[in-house]
């Protein structure tokens, strides 16, 4: 679908108009203008008055002529009438493809939408995971510092009693002595127990403490992994929004071209129609010839109409102007005013034949 709607532009148009419609149009204006106006201005009254067959031969003339004229706007017709149906499917299809895209574009959106909300989320679980991070960071500083007071403490209950066993003869023959005499007054200190329970039980809480660490480490990672895909993903989709809102662009100013050369085929079908309906049921309009011509020449109901094609395609490039390419009022007031003179001469002559034969 697309791909028709791609090619129905405005050169595919320029090109069918002017190779299908542009020429049987013009031979069709061509005939009217040189084989039925020129011939009734430039008609001979007098050879007319004095000759039945000259009268004939002109009244067969414009007859053949306004045939010639009417097949060659048949095929006209035919030509834009393909052309309109083209650009009528193009239209429809450039719609549903608009259609489709706008639901492309939801699509994306939502998908944006949902990316951004996961975002939010993940910055929000890892903001508390960070803070719960150098929480267990603090924990694990506070139980590496219990650890080491505890190995402190038990070293240095090791060095006092090993002081007291050196010294135990110093103590036995100087310190006795001399604390007899003031232990009423002084109290002897006691060195710390040796408690290496108090460095197992440290070691299992930095244990514990190094573990929560690790865990609060990896969550973090795992957030922040996950963030990054989420943001690669947003940054995929917003591309992909970017794209998908220039092919409806795209698509938009097609569809608003297609309703303008619809607009332009529909109006020369119609113009090209009414001239060639107007031309074909002209014949019987009357019983006298000249107000039978009167009525093939109508101004308003055959030149008007091919007029305002004419214009039309000059105005969109598909045709070049050609010699006396517009009829003009004067024209036509020209030939009704040799009409009316041969409404004298010929009072009695009957109306054109439809079924007159054309060599």
């Keep these: 679908m697309f791909y028709i709607s791609n ?22 204006y061509t005939i009217l203008q040189n084989d039925i106006l020129n011939k009734l201005v430039n008609v001979d009254i007098e050879i007319l008055h004095d000759s039945d067959e000259a009268a004939t031969l002109l009244v067969k003339n414009i007859h053949c002529a306004a045939k010639t004229m009417s097949d060659n706007l048949s095929q006209a017709v035919h030509a834009s009438d393909l052309i309109l149906d083209i650009v009528d499917e193009a239209l429809v299809n450039t719609a549903s493809d608009i259609i489709q895209q706008e639901s492309e574009i939801h699509r994306t959106q939502m998908s944006i939408n949902r990316v951004n909300t996961g975002i939010q989320d993940t910055q929000l679980r890892l903001h ?16 590496n510092e ?3 007071r505890a190995q402190e403490d038990v070293e240095d209950a090791r060095l006092c009693r090993g002081k007291r066993f050196i010294g135990s003869w110093w103590r036995q023959n100087v310190v ?15 060195c710390r127990v040796v ?16 573990d ?6 990896q969550d973090v990672s795992h957030l922040k992994s996950q963030l990054s895909d989420l943001t690669r993903n947003r940054e995929m989709y917003v ?42 049921n002209f014949y019987g309009t009357s019983t006298i010839l000249v107000d039978e011509i009167k009525r093939l020449v109508d101004f308003e109901r055959l030149i008007t109409p091919l007029n305002a094609v004419y214009n039309e395609m000059l105005n969109n490039h598909v045709m070049s102007a050609f010699a006396g390419g517009q009829i003009s009022v004067e024209t036509v007031e020209h030939v009704k005013t040799n009409l009316d003179i041969l409404e004298v001469v010929l009072p009695n002559m009957p109306p054109i034949d439809r079924y007159t034969q054309c060599y």
Excluded at 176 to 190: D, F, W
Excluded at 195 to 210: F, L, T, W
Excluded at 212 to 217: E, S, T
Excluded at 269 to 279: D, F, H, P, V, W
């Design 7 to 28: 090619c129905v532009d405005m050169n595919w148009y320029r090109n069918e108009t002017s190779s299908k419609i542009v020429p049987p149009y013009k031979k069709s």
């Design 128 to 143: 508390r995971a960070e803070i719960s991070f150098r929480e267990k960071e603090h924990g694990l500083d506070l139980a």
């Design 146 to 148: 219990q650890l080491k």
């Design 176 to 190: 006795q002595p001399v604390e007899k005499t003031v232990k009423q007054v002084i109290v002897k200190p006691v």
């Design 195 to 210: 408690n290496y329970h108090g460095i197992e039980s440290a070691k299992d809480r930095r244990s514990s403490a190094s």
């Design 212 to 217: 929560a660490v690790n865990l609060a480490r």
């Design 239 to 280: 591309k992909e929004l970017e794209i998908e809102n220039k092919r409806s662009e795209v698509l938009n100013n097609t569809l608003t071209e297609m309703k303008e050369r619809q607009l332009l085929v529909s109006s020369i079908t119609s113009q090209l129609k009414a001239a060639n309906l107007y031309l074909t």
